[in-house]
């Protein structure tokens, strides 16, 4: 086995960054400040009143573990999705419908962080049907259903740790690839931490995720010791194959910072996922134990059903000969991108003075006359030049990820420099800059991973904003600012706040989503076990010390509304159905004392359960925390707690109009 290694000292790297940063600094930029009037910039972002945007864009929350939903041009929010954390507004991961969407394997988990939204595709376009984000801390990857706008399918990923390389989306939308950021034993286990590289293992998910419901793990590859970072799917000629970047090759476990910076290139992982797939057809991929879990949003009733699993089909690169190779690239490589012809594949080296463009049929030539310098762990490492189409030099500093226009232009964002640099992608040519406020992260072209780029503009992700705003104490709002790139210089025209983190978003045309939003829920098909189709159908059932009430709400009414019998020491369950059957009239349900869940929101047609348990004797308020009418402050009630043995009758009732509520029936 020959270990390819190319060591440069740490020393001589920092001194030429900062050579580069003064020299850059003094040298000016093109195009600073992306020079537009006031007044223009304004007009190009408006969108008047009663109209629409033209984009829908999906922006990851980062520490949020949530996804938001602006609109482009104009940057207006329009919702959170709530997605792998708890979320008081609706009572996502609250309600015992929603609670078993955060179950996983080592338990319940309210809290974790989103990276990277990817949209389904049809023919390498993004399609408008759902939209997938990864968790990190807790490796998962969640689909969302674009026509509801709700996460409606989640799965773990066993043998992961720091799911941040995913989920990247092949041309059809046949797998969702995950990769592992931190390595870790293979199965986990107790090992030293020193044992690193004999035992740390990464790996590489393909998860079928075309059919709503049936997510699963088709097969994962381990792979070497290292970390794994962001990925793009080939797309025509290199349809079949997935490109991902790594960094760490020198496989170290502490400072990081220093020991994982060493090597003057790291690699971008070919990954042949149809060879793969071959391999598996001829029984190559072994079933493996794993524990995970597979929650999904039932359609009828509206709940969350969790499945533990208790195997995964693995295999590793030497039971699949030419399924992987290894592209040197240079320096801690953080962004694996490919143009839109699926000919060239750039990557991101945030060490790097270059942007290397990798040609793919070059890629194919090298594997055909075996242009190899070497292997790891048996996987073949291709020369540098035999692959390379071209580097842009002196591009920046800091270079991180790169999305392309339909015309044939890169867009690469410069964390160090703090800007965005376009790029002619077939000689390699900077063409423009603009600065970002402030240090730019991700970039955003509306389909820009895709064959088809639909982008009239690009979006910075900003991760300092100082004076861009308001201030609000030490925490301040992340940033996006939106450029137009419909001329040959880009211009800046608007700054806009984000929630969370947004380390990455996808935007897509709004004509793809707005007609099939779904607006309510059907009250025939709604299938939940304590539904309440119409208000005969409510009341309450004690089981031993448990209570449920079936409720109904409408405006502007609980049925029932005067609840008594509840006894100190119940556990009482509010199963609320909202008889609407019109778009946006939600209702809500707050009740005094609760302190086991969120208050409800409850969408039309849905039925949504909240779990109270009085701490005392007293009556109590319940109420409708979602304004639906002019008599909105008259949707309440109340529930009377009486000491264990008072021997009061329970009891759900309702007056009659102008009748008063001491005569209504039970």
């Known amino acids: ?22 020299a850059y600094s003094c040298a000016g930029r093109q195009g600073a400040g992306g020079a537009l009037s006031s007044a223009d910039a304004a007009a190009r972002v408006y969108v008047p009143p009663g109209s629409l945007d033209e984009f829908y864009a999906f922006f990851s929350g980062g520490f949020n573990g949530q996804i938001g939903v602006y609109g482009l041009p104009s ?66 990857v969640a689909r969302i259903d674009l026509a509801r706008m709700e996460t409606e399918e989640i799965l773990e990923i066993p043998n992961a740790a720091g799911n941040h390389g995913s989920p990247f989306v092949t041309e059809n939308t046949e797998y969702i690839v995950a990769s592992t950021r931190f390595s870790v034993p293979v ?24 059919e709503p419901g049936k997510m699963r793990v088709a097969f994962q590859m381990l792979m070497p010791g290292f970390d794994y970072d962001l990925a793009r799917a080939g797309k025509g000629p290199s349809h079949g194959w997935m490109f991902l970047s790594t960094y760490n090759t020198e496989q170290a476990n502490s400072l990081l910072e220093v020991n994982a910076s060493q090597n003057d290139k790291d690699f971008i992982a070919a990954v042949n996922w149809k060879a793969i797939e071959s391999c598996a057809k001829s029984g190559k991929v072994k079933p493996t134990s794993a524990e995970y879990v597979h929650n999904v949003m039932d359609e009828g009733s509206r709940s969350a059903k969790t499945t533990k699993e208790t195997s995964v089909p693995q295999l590793s690169p030497a039971d699949c000969p030419g399924a992987v190779y290894f592209l040197p690239t240079p320096k801690s490589p953080h962004g694996a991108d490919v143009d839109p012809t699926g000919e060239y594949i750039t990557a991101g080296g945030k060490l790097a003075s270059v942007i290397p463009v990798h040609s793919f049929s070059k890629l194919l030539k090298a594997i055909e006359t075996k242009q190899f310098q070497g292997d ?21 500093l800091g270079p991180l990820h790169t999305e392309f226009d339909a015309n044939g232009f890169a867009y690469t964002s410069f964390f160090i420099s703090s800007e965005i640099v376009k790029w002619k992608v077939a000689t390699q040519e900077v063409v423009d800059r603009v600065p970002t406020f402030y240090s730019i992260g991700h970039l955003l072209v509306p389909g820009g991973g895709t064959r088809k780029p639909t982008g009239k503009y690009v979006v910075a992700m900003n991760k300092i904003t100082k004076d861009r705003y308001l201030g609000t104490g030490p925490e301040l709002t992340q940033s996006a600012q939106l450029y137009d790139i419909t001329g040959p210089k880009m211009k800046l025209l608007l700054d806009f706040p984000t929630e ?100 409800l929101l ?62 209504a029936k039970k």
């Open 1 to 22: 086995m020959t270990r390819f290694r190319i060591p440069r000292p740490l020393a001589a790297t920092v001194a030429a960054v900062a050579v580069l940063f003064i």
């Open 75 to 140: 940057g207006r929010r329009f919702k959170t999705i709530p997605v792998f954390s708890q979320y008081p507004e609706n009572g996502y991961g609250y309600t015992e419908e929603t609670k078993g969407m955060l179950n996983t394997s080592y338990g319940f988990v309210p809290w974790d962080d989103t990276h990277h939204p990817a949209l389904s595709q049809t023919a390498g376009e993004d399609d408008g049907r759902w939209l997938f984000i990864n968790a990190n801390n807790t490796p998962r």
């Open 187 to 210: 199965p986990n286990r107790d090992v030293p931490i020193a044992d690193f590289k004999k035992a740390f293992k990464g790996q590489i998910s393909f998860i079928v995720a075309n």
């Open 376 to 396: 790891f762990d048996g996987i073949p490492v291709i020369k540098y030049e035999a692959t390379l189409a071209g580097e842009v030099k002196n591009p920046g």
């Open 500 to 599: 969370g983190e947004p380390h990455y978003a996808q935007a897509i045309l709004a004509s793809k989503i707005k007609d099939r939003q779904v607006k309510f829920f059907k009250l025939a098909d709604n299938k939940h076990p304590m539904v309440s189709r119409n208000e005969t159908e409510t009341g309450a059932k004690r089981e031993g010390k448990v209570v449920h009430i079936k409720m109904t709400s409408i405006r502007s009414h609980f049925a029932p509304d005067n609840i008594e019998g509840i006894t100190l020491g119940d556990t009482v369950f509010f199963h609320v159905t909202n008889l609407e059957q019109d778009w946006d009239i939600p209702h809500g349900l707050a009740v005094l004392g609760n302190t086991n869940s969120a208050e």
């Open 602 to 663: 409850i969408m039309p047609g849905e039925t949504r359960t909240l779990k109270w348990v009085p701490s005392r004797v007293g009556v109590f308020p319940f109420y409708c925390t979602d304004f639906c009418s002019a008599l909105h402050q008259e949707m309440q009630g109340y529930v009377r707690v009486s000491a264990p043995g008072a021997g009061v009758p329970l009891t759900a009732t309702l007056a009659k109009p102008g009748q008063p509520a001491a005569a």
